[in-house]
């Protein structure tokens, strides 16, 4: 799958996504200053909510737990049409990231908000509530853009229903592991999880709302190709979800961690690196022939011992040798070759 001039999957760079969402607080300079410090961090992408609050939430709709005392609203609509953008400033700051050069990905929530999110971006993202909204998928689905496609809350069979039908439709995608709390105690982190979301044959990734940092280099061990994180100016301001984000040192030293844990995953296929090879062959032992022995002599167990360096015939082949005899005399202490046995 590609995202913009990124290829997304085992094998490629990890695709690492700053997530505003709404963390500039509806103030487009806010929303540009936040594109500015994740192209500083290092991310590869930043990411929008698009939505309109009378559009989105019903009347009888509730806060969830974690806003209840993070918001100062009478209802979700009230507060939600705090942050929300208008087509003028989805373009402002697409230009913006356009100039950093960092992909721009959004998030629509209602059908309205899907032509308004293609418009600007270079993928789709799919919240986790919505990866069963069929609706919306259908319309994010014809605008032809990739979609990541995050899970949190999510049962395995709703996720395999759920790859069924979009992979039918022929659209690239990418699944996200995700756990739908802000933030996520370590103990409910599940990672393993991003393993079986690679069944799916598709590629997969983690959006990360664990307060310790470590979490995002913990899950590129675990196959994440794409890594998605809540950057803020500041987690003690007031708002949704300042307090489980990272502030923008935090985000470069987490990205940093993330690139550090990709090095070292390192390239499938167990090979002899070039940075042992030294090692190797000073270490490997050799067959060396504990006694002076004449040609014709047949080998025996007793016969052999092991030393160091490994340049000789490999300790690993005492069984080839075992039996055979002595094509010339071998003295005391000599190294055995293939040349020596008949």
């Given at each position: 799958?590609?995202i913009?001039?990124?290829?997304?999957?085992?094998g490629?760079?990890?695709?690492?996504?700053?997530?505003?969402?709404v963390?500039?607080?509806?103030s487009?300079?806010?929303?540009?200053?936040?594109?500015?410090?994740?192209?500083?961090?290092?991310?590869?992408?930043?990411?929008?909510q698009?939505?309109?609050?009378?559009?989105?939430?019903?009347?009888?709709?509730?806060?969830?737990?974690?806003?209840?005392?993070?918001?100062?609203?009478?209802?979700p609509?009230?507060?939600?049409?705090?942050?929300?953008?208008?087509?003028?400033?989805?373009?402002?700051?697409?230009?913006?990231?356009?100039?950093?050069?960092i992909?721009?990905?959004?998030?629509?929530?209602s059908?309205?908000?899907?032509p308004?999110?293609?418009?600007?971006?270079?993928?789709?993202?799919?919240?986790s509530?919505?990866?069963?909204?069929?609706?919306?998928?259908?319309?994010?689905?014809?605008?032809?853009?990739?979609?990541?496609?995050?899970?949190?809350?999510?049962t395995?069979?709703?996720?395999?229903s759920?790859?069924r039908?979009?992979s039918?439709?022929?659209?690239?995608f990418?699944?996200?592991?995700?756990?739908?709390?802000y933030?996520?105690?370590?103990?409910?982190?599940?990672?393993?999880?991003?393993?079986?979301l690679?069944?799916?044959?598709?590629?997969?990734?983690?959006s990360?709302?664990?307060?310790?940092?470590?979490?995002?280099?913990?899950?590129?061990?675990?196959?994440?190709?794409?890594?998605?994180?809540?950057?803020t100016y500041?987690?003690?301001a007031?708002?949704?979800d300042?307090?489980?984000?990272?502030?923008?040192?935090?985000?470069?030293?987490?990205?940093?961690?993330?690139?550090?844990?990709?090095?070292?995953?390192?390239?499938?296929?167990?090979?002899?690196?070039?940075?042992?090879?030294?090692?190797?062959?000073?270490?490997?032992?050799?067959?060396?022939l504990?006694?002076?022995?004449q040609?014709?002599?047949?080998l025996?167990?007793?016969?052999?011992?092991?030393?160091?360096?490994?340049t000789?015939?490999?300790a690993?082949?005492?069984?080839?040798?075992?039996?055979?005899?002595?094509?010339?005399?071998?003295?005391?202490?000599?190294m055995l070759s293939?040349?020596?046995?008949a």
């Open positions: 799958m590609k913009g001039p990124h290829t997304i999957g085992q490629q760079p990890v695709f690492i996504v700053a997530e505003i969402g963390n500039h607080d509806g487009v300079d806010r929303a540009l200053e936040l594109v500015r410090h994740a192209k500083a961090a290092g991310a590869d992408a930043v990411k929008l698009v939505f309109c609050a009378d559009t989105l939430v019903h009347r009888s709709a509730e806060f969830a737990e974690y806003q209840k005392d993070r918001v100062d609203a009478a209802d609509a009230e507060m939600l049409r705090q942050y929300e953008l208008s087509d003028t400033a989805l373009a402002t700051i697409a230009g913006a990231a356009a100039a950093q050069k992909a721009l990905i959004c998030t629509p929530f059908r309205s908000d899907v308004r999110a293609a418009a600007v971006s270079s993928a789709i993202k799919i919240a509530p919505d990866i069963v909204n069929r609706l919306l998928l259908i319309d994010v689905i014809a605008t032809g853009l990739p979609m990541i496609v995050s899970t949190g809350a999510t395995a069979d709703e996720i395999s759920a790859v039908w979009i039918a439709q022929g659209t690239p990418a699944l996200l592991h995700c756990v739908s709390n933030p996520v105690e370590e103990s409910d982190a599940q990672l393993c999880w991003i393993q079986e690679a069944k799916h044959g598709v590629p997969v990734g983690y990360d709302h664990v307060s310790d940092p470590v979490a995002g280099a913990l899950s590129v061990a675990f196959g994440a190709s794409i890594i998605e994180k809540h950057l500041d987690c003690s007031a708002g949704p300042h307090s489980a984000s990272l502030e923008p040192v935090a985000m470069a030293d987490y990205i940093h961690r993330i690139r550090q844990a990709e090095r070292m995953m390192g390239r499938p296929g167990r090979r002899v690196l070039r940075c042992e090879e030294d090692v190797r062959r000073v270490s490997r032992q050799s067959l060396v504990k006694a002076s022995r040609a014709g002599h047949t025996t167990l007793e016969d052999l011992t092991t030393q160091r360096p490994g000789g015939l490999s690993e082949l005492f069984e080839t040798v075992l039996g055979r005899t002595l094509a010339r005399s071998v003295r005391a202490g000599d293939m040349k020596d046995v």
